[in-house]
């Protein structure tokens, strides 16, 4: 019998390992912009963002947005966007993706209060959509589609 992988891996996916971390989330690496970072991997999260503290690191082009961000434990965030980025995770690569950008710091506090590292930003369910994510939870793999 095809395991999942064998079958994802035929239909031209790639797989990138997952990192489970103290607080329950999944940490993945990614970078922006040809600039390493670490990610936590939220199906939940609408956009993929980064902190306001990223925007030299990732040499991302911002400007003003009206969006107010919206997440656990935190509501009505100033935001800014980003658009027209490069995304690579593992093999699978993208061009021209908006980034929202916000303040991060209740994110990465309650992670280090948890003896987590603190992350760049989140990958979030447009980044997941337009790879055609298939996450195995069990092996702790994500596919994205090439």
Request: charged fraction near 25%.
């Amino acid at each position: 019998m095809e395991t999942l992988k064998d079958f994802l891996l035929n239909k031209g996916y790639s797989k990138i390992k997952l990192k489970f971390t103290k607080t329950n989330h999944f940490e993945i690496k990614a970078s922006i912009n040809g600039v390493k970072g670490r990610f936590i991997l939220d199906t939940g999260a609408s956009n993929s963002c980064v902190g306001f503290e990223a925007i030299e690191r990732f040499n991302l082009k911002v400007k003003d947005s009206e969006i107010k961000a919206v997440g656990a434990g935190a509501s009505d965030m100033l935001t800014q966007i980003s658009t027209s980025n490069a995304i690579k995770v593992g093999k699978w690569k993208k061009n021209r993706v908006a980034l929202i950008l916000f303040n991060l710091s209740h994110v990465n506090n309650g992670l280090i209060n948890h003896n987590a590292n603190p992350v760049d930003g989140i990958i979030g369910a447009d980044v997941l959509k337009k790879g055609k994510a298939v996450i195995d939870y069990e092996k702790k793999y994500l596919y994205l589609k090439l």
